[in-house]
């Protein structure tokens, strides 16, 4: 609880802004789902063949997998908030338009013969018969739709569109339950709450109803103005996939960007997504800039034969060639440290034992009890490729990466596997062995824009080549740790290294 | 008198099944007219193809000398009031809103609306103040198709439609509004064709009744001449059943009906007369008779004539063998 608050407090101008733009994206779907699906459930109304059509389609579309729906929307229309909206429209049609459809058809039939025998036009029927008495049906079809699009707005998260589910998805990622608890209660909260407003909506006089929804819609309407006039002046948008690491480069980024050139604004996207989405916003121009590692480009965005046995300059060389030739993109001076996948024993078993490099492990396999995640068991570029090349033979346990680290802290275990920068290293008092054989690819983290972008923006590239060979695994493992596990903000971090490092002027 | 509506061989089909295959028919203007017959009978339809509610499949119908499709229906519907069974007010609004709803189609001052709201209010005897802004479901059946009714004639309508308009309600309601109509009739002169299965409420309120059987008139005539001279065994046998159960629960109106009545007063002190409404039973009658020479029938404080115990018993002897 204690802890919860804390973050809370930590997190509050965080909370905001999520909270502003889930309720944006949620709102501006209901408002677009109600303009369609009011309006067409009237229109068929008269027409039952294809209004069963229409209650099967929409029936259909809510089936679709909320996830399945938003990866083949990203084809289509991108990532962000544009995607989400459309998903979520998507979603709420089949309530709106199920209950006006039948709010209306299930009227009387003498109520609407004696509407037609006192002569009244099809409007005026509409607006004084029809709707008022279908009003509380159509309300209750909007509120479940609000529940729904609220809840489901969590997913905008997964495709850079904001909104709680950032603080779900970064909770899960950091397994960090406030952050987990504080996004899921928000939205249960937000969804309760709107949902009482619609209600009030419909016991409300006609004008106080009015003023309400033109007051909502102006302030939407004014934040949504703000923001495109803030757009004007020169603003660079940084984007970073979901985690701690990401998040306190970028904001290396943007502090050395805002040193360099005092005319530009840097606008952060923490938690963007994962490495395709980020790759089409910056492809979409939706994101100037972000850190990308060498090795994910060659395994998931650039085309080509991956050789083997690269040396990490050989990784970035190639990396790079194949980004400006096929993308038009520029992809500057890696980092020292390489985020790639390792082999990590505790401290005391490495003293113990002598233990300095992966090669080393051969002279005590017979007392090796490896724990790893079922992943890096199964991959050919895992445990599978280390035994060959290293002629090793264990059998490894497999585990819930979460559950791996507490293992070998207890000592059930006593060899993980570990991504080189994670923070539980440092928690857990584990060291890395090398890779002498060059066996794991290499994955440096640089940053990626378009060729155009740098061409116009020198500064900028200036102020990131700071960087360039800058950052050992140790330094990223302490931040990462400081971020994870103490909870202080990304930003605090990166601006400590970097002027520690002389990168940067105190008090910047 | 001019004619208010025509039928000129009127043909009506369901789904290529004629229902009704030639229907003439001339209702006056300031007529009650009461269509009567069993279900099925053709007589809803018939009210309904006035209004345009069903269209017809041959021939046609003049209202006030024009037919009826030459007018746009909307017009046409606008001089027509319509009251209907289900009663039918609308739900989301109060009682005084439902009344003007036609008025505020042909576009009356507001102001007007409300006096013609207040005071069609007070004449059926329902408080404005109180009833003005109630909800329809906060009233009563019958309160409701006093509504109804108010809703159906707000606009000062030439002819008002009323299709089984009481058949829901409880017996003394129906009597009240039974009441009402002949009160409204005669203080506004309109046109109404009234739909009915009920033969006690067409002898009530008919200036003329129509009995229809299988689409077709049988006999068009006054209550007098259609109970007196039934032109077949349907029409007789219509009467019979809609009689009520008990012959005793018969209304004395009616015995004067179809036994006659004696006009000239009874030359006996008149304390051996006891006066009895129309809708008193017969049941009444014979308590009365037996300290009382006669009965005086009165409809609303009006003597409408006298019946002494062998016109009853007359009734009685014809009619008993059918209870």
Known sequence: MQTLIQTFIDRRGDLLTALWQHLGISLASLVIAMVIAIPLAIWVVRRPRWAEGLLQLTSVLQTIPSLALLGLLIPLVGIGTVPAVIALVIYALLPIFQNTYLGISEIDASIEETADAFGMSRMRKLFKVELPIALPQIISGIRTALVLIIGTATLAALIGAGGLGTFIMLGIDRNDTSLLLIGAISSALLAILLSALVRWFQTAKPRHALIVFVGILALLGGGGAYSVYANRVETITIAGKLGSEPEILINMYKQLIEAEDEHVHVTLKPNFGKTTFLFSALKNNQVDIYPEFTGSVLETLGKGNNPAGQTANQTYQLAKQRLAKQEQMTYLKPMQYNNTYALAVTKKFQQEHHLKTISDLTQVESILKPGMTLEFIDRNDGLKGIKKTYGLDVTAKSMEPALRYEAISKGKINLVDAYATDSELRQYHLALLKDNKHFFPTYQGAPLMKTSFANKHPKVVKALNKLAGKISETDMQEMNYEVNVKKQSASTVAHRYLVKHGLLKEGR | ?323
């Open chain 2, 1 to 323: 008198m001019t004619t208010a509506i025509e039928f000129q061989h009127v043909q009506k089909d369901f789904n290529g099944q004629t229902v009704i295959p030639d229907l003439n028919l001339t209702i006056d203007q300031g007529e009650l007219f009461i269509l009567v017959g069993t279900s099925g009978s053709g007589k809803t339809t018939s009210l309904k193809m006035i209004n345009c509610l069903e269209p017809l499949t041959a021939g046609k119908i003049l209202v006030n000398g024009t037919d009826t499709t030459t007018i746009p229906v909307r017009s046409l519907r606008w001089q027509m009031g319509y009251v209907l069974q289900q009663i039918a007010l609308f739900p989301t609004m109060t009682v005084a809103q439902n009344i003007a709803v036609i008025p505020e189609m042909k576009g009356t001052a507001k102001k007007e609306i409300n006096q013609t709201i207040d005071e069609l209010l007070a004449e059926v005897g329902l408080d404005p103040k109180e009833y003005r802004d109630r909800m329809p479901s906060e009233l009563s059946g019958g309160e409701q198709q006093r509504i109804g009714i108010l809703r159906a004639i707000a606009a000062q309508p030439d002819i008002v439609l009323m299709d089984e308009p009481f058949s829901a309600l409880d017996p003394i309601s129906r009597q009240q509004l039974q009441d009402l109509v002949l009160r409204l009739h005669a203080r506004y002169h309109n046109t109404i064709v009234f739909v009915t299965h009920d033969m006690n409420e067409a002898l009530k309120l008919g200036d003329r009744i129509g009995v229809m059987q299988h689409g077709q008139l049988i006999q068009v005539d006054t209550p007098a001449a259609l109970a007196q001279h039934p032109v077949n065994d349907f029409v007789r046998n219509f009467f019979g059943a809609s009689r009520a159960k008990n012959v005793y629960d018969v209304y004395v109106g009616r015995v004067g009906l179809i036994q006659g009545y004696l006009t000239e007063k009874p030359s006996v002190a008149s304390g051996r007369i006891q006066s009895l409404d129309v809708q008193a039973t017969l049941r009444t009658a014979f308590t009365a008779l037996t300290d009382h020479d006669y009965v005086a029938i009165t409809e609303e404080n009006r003597v409408v004539g006298y019946l002494d115990s062998q016109r009853i018993v007359a009734y009685l002897s014809q009619h008993e063998e059918v209870s």
